[in-house]
């Protein structure tokens, strides 16, 4: 069962007051074998707050696993799924401070983990996990966790970006990543590499992922275009109807959404230069 990097429903409410003048964002990167413990419970909290409800068929992955509930997370679950090849792996935060009077410590409102491995001789940049708490949606988080992976030496020979996830927007941050749009997506790309880089990966979940959609299965009966089966039956109310917005801009060029699947993303990049300090 993968780790999903939907960032979807609901989350925590910004102090007041939160004007320009006084809430200020701030990203920061750290390698895995640096992450603490009490990072990895924050940003399983924000998770687990945030990433949405179990959807109809969850009872068919565990007897944990209700319909309607919130699905959970723990700083040990991240570590072992997001976190396995320390040395390889980047954790970057966004945390938000709302003027010096109101909060004695900045506050966690976003998290990008991403791995790094090689294929062949091309160097992939994977995200395992993205996830934006509700109350900050749609001020660019998202791509801006991402955008500061390019900062870290370990992205500077990257030349091949992923992930898997359920939520178009979660998607199109990667396209921005790459310098690409979401609705013109080198789908042959996709489909001549995404076996071999997702065999090639570090990380189980991965290695053994079901590629599914017209992509990768000649006799595809649904209108799934990239997808992975994940058996992950997280409830996807809040995607589809994101899925929808993107349709009706002709934005998006992935297929559709279903039950326990969740899109295969993959983009060609140029590699960049590091900053010097990471």
């Known amino acids: 069962m993968s780790t999903p990097v939907t960032p979807p429903t609901r989350g925590l409410v910004l102090p007041s007051p939160t004007s320009p003048s006084k809430a200020s964002f701030s990203y920061k990167m750290t390698v895995g ?8 419970k924050l ?8 990433y949405g409800i179990w959807g109809d068929q969850a009872a068919t992955i565990s007897k944990f696993t209700v319909a309607g509930k919130k699905v959970k997370m723990t700083g040990a679950r991240l570590r072992s799924q997001c976190l396995s090849h320390p040395e390889s792996s980047v954790l970057v935060t966004c945390y938000i401070q709302v003027g010096p009077l109101e909060s004695e410590h900045p506050q966690l409102y976003g998290h990008a983990f991403a791995t790094v491995w090689d294929y062949g001789e091309n160097k992939v940049g994977w995200v ?11 001020r660019y988080i998202a791509t801006h966790l991402l955008q500061t992976l390019k900062c870290h030496s370990l992205f500077s020979r ?7 996830s359920s939520h178009p927007a979660a998607c199109n941050a990667l396209a921005k990543y790459a310098s690409a749009n979401i609705k013109d997506v080198e789908l042959d790309f996709i489909r001549q590499h995404a076996k071999g880089i997702l065999a090639s990966s570090p990380i189980t979940y991965l290695q053994a ?3 599914r959609g017209s992509l990768f299965q000649d ?7 990239s997808s ?4 992950f039956y997280v409830d996807h109310t809040e995607p589809l109807a994101v899925l929808e917005q993107y349709k009706k801009k002709g934005q998006w060029c992935l297929g559709e959404l279903l039950d326990g699947h969740e899109f295969l993303a993959v983009f060609p990049i140029a590699p960049v230069s590091p900053v010097h300090d990471y």
Do not use: K, M, Y
Not at 43 to 50: I, M
Not at 128 to 138: E, F, G, I
């Open 43 to 50: 940003c399983a909290d924000l998770f687990s707050s945030n």
């Open 219 to 225: 006799s595809s009966t649904s209108d799934a275009i």
């Open 128 to 138: 395992t996990q993205l996830v934006v708490d509700a109350a900050v949606r749609q």
């Open 228 to 231: 992975v089966f994940t058996e």
């Open 209 to 211: 992922a079901q590629l």
């Open 158 to 164: 990257v030349n091949i970006v992923g992930l898997v």
């Open 33 to 40: 074998s640096e992450v603490s413990d009490d990072t990895l």
